[in-house]
T-cell receptor, first 111, second 117 residues
Framework: DQQVKQNSPSLSVQEGRISILNCDYT??????FLWYKKYPAEGPTFLIS?????DKNEDGRFTVFLNKSAKHLSLHIVPSQPGDSAVYFC??????????FGQGTELSVKP | NAGVTQTPKFRVLKTGQSMTLLCAQD?????MYWYRQDPGMGLRLIHY???????AKGEVPDGYNVSRLKKQNFLLGLESAAPSQTSVYFC????????????????FGAGSRLTVL
């Protein structure tokens, strides 16, 4: 039972354009949502997060939007850069210390 | 400051062999985790620990055991390896509320690639 789902395995975007990565969840009790970025042969690194009581959080080129009624969140990257090419994981926190991840979306930013 | 260190980085096992993956963190974090990453499956939680001497099951605990005898170390054991355990294993750590109340931002190691023949 996948509680956090990323239905797009891959996304290709032109440099300078907007990248939009999507994530859906099923558990309305999640407290926080996070996005991680992963390069090949490295561990995931934290990118940005949003509390379940907010609907938007912005950090430079990265913005995360949360739609609680639709149980959906998205990560916007503007403008996209070739160095943003990586696998992006959506994750949600569960009371008690667990962090549940989605399947990941591989972003490719073409020069 | 090394962060989270995993050993070994690579290992090849035969079916039925046993092994232990070691995770060490030097950030004095309370929480530690073991995940596995498989194509199309994302990161799945195997076991985790919210403090020294405590462990709990995650999403896919079968076939694995863990121990947290010291706060800085979290060991993942495979008693009898199976080909289905071929994967990349990631250890992570955090402290309660890291990144904000309820946020739980994890710091990951670089991963351990395990192949079971």
């Amino acid at each position: 039972d996948q509680q956090v789902k990323q239905n797009s395995p891959s996304l290709s975007v032109q440099e300078g354009r907007i990248s939009i990565l999507n994530c859906d969840y099923t558990n309305s009790m999640f407290d926080y949502f996070l996005w991680y970025k992963k390069y090949p042969a490295e561990g995931p690194t934290f990118l940005i997060s949003i509390s379940s009581i907010k609907d938007k959080n912005e950090d430079g080129r990265f913005t995360v939007f949360l739609n609680k009624s639709a149980k959906h969140l998205s990560l916007h990257i503007v403008p996209s850069q070739p160095g943003d090419s990586a696998v992006y994981f959506c994750a949600a926190t569960v009371t008690g210390g667990k962090l549940i991840f989605g399947q990941g979306t591989e972003l490719s930013v073409k020069p | 400051n090394a962060g989270v260190t995993q050993t070994p980085k690579f290992r090849v096992l035969k079916t039925g062999q046993s092994m232990t993956l070691l995770c060490a963190q030097d950030m004095n974090h309370e929480y530690m985790y073991w995940y596995r990453q498989d194509p199309g499956m994302g990161l799945r939680l195997i076991h985790y620990s919210v403090g020294e001497g405590t462990t709990a099951k995650g999403e896919v605990p079968d076939g694995y055991n863990v121990s947290r005898l010291k706060k800085q170390n979290f060991l993942l054991g495979l008693e009898s390896a199976a080909p289905s355990q071929t994967s990349v294993y990631f250890c992570a750590s955090s402290y309660p509320g890291q990144g904000g109340p309820g946020a739980n931002v994890l710091t990951f190691g670089a991963g351990s690639r395990l192949t079971v023949l």
